[in-house]
């Protein structure tokens, strides 16, 4: 299965990045670092992709079903979840999906995590994600999510929508809840 993000997924995708970024805006997830502090929220933002992707090793670990999206297996919901959360920061940061160094795409991705079981095909994608500057960690970590979905067959770009469709009719992601004690801070 030949695919790259370069090629073929990269205009979607930046398309994706605005209007996941725009909907977070909109709904308050960047309220603490407007109007002019937007990469202060880079590590914590990297941080949560790195639970997102623990959550996903979990439910693999534990074989469960997701608990929002019951019809769904947690491995691949917790991986949906971790691409808007890199989707939100490449929309964010004005992030071009489609540059790439010519090294790390989809294709690339896919045969460096080929072979390998669950955890350390998700051992490996965290470390892209903690490897690099922050431009191109945002870039080969979805390159990564991505490679995993079709190595484990599931359409993660359905899965995005459906993850943001419920989480857009969530009352813990209400800006008025989230800044409730015990709330969603970030």
């Known amino acids: ?9 990269a205009p979607a995708l930046n398309d994706l990045a605005r209007e996941i970024h725009a909907q977070n805006l909109r709904v308050g997830w960047w ?6 502090q937007k990469w ?3 590590p914590t933002a990297m ?23 019951p019809d769904e297996k947690m491995l691949h919901v917790e991986i ?10 490449a929309g964010a940061y004005e992030i071009d999906l489609s540059l790439t160094d010519g090294r ?30 922050e ?9 990564d999510l991505w490679a995993f979905s079709f190595l484990r067959g599931f359409d993660l770009r359905r899965l995005i929508a ?11 992601h209400k800006r008025e809840n989230r800044q409730k004690a015990g709330g969603k801070s970030y």
């Open 1 to 9: 299965m030949k695919q790259t993000i370069v090629a073929e997924k």
């Open 31 to 36: 309220d603490e670092y407007l109007p002019n």
């Open 40 to 42: 202060k929220r880079f």
């Open 47 to 69: 941080m949560l992709v790195i639970t997102e992707i623990a959550e996903a090793c979990e439910g693999d670990r534990k074989d469960r079903m997701d608990d929002h999206l």
């Open 80 to 89: 949906a979840d971790a691409a808007i959360r890199l989707l939100d920061l």
């Open 104 to 133: 790390h795409n989809t294709e690339f991705a896919m045969a460096r995590l080929a072979g390998h079981p669950v955890p350390a095909q998700l051992f490996l994608i965290c470390k892209t994600a903690m490897g690099c500057d």
């Open 135 to 143: 431009a191109i960690a945002i870039r080969h970590t979805l390159a």
């Open 162 to 172: 459906a993850k943001r469709a419920y989480n857009d009719a969530r009352l813990d």
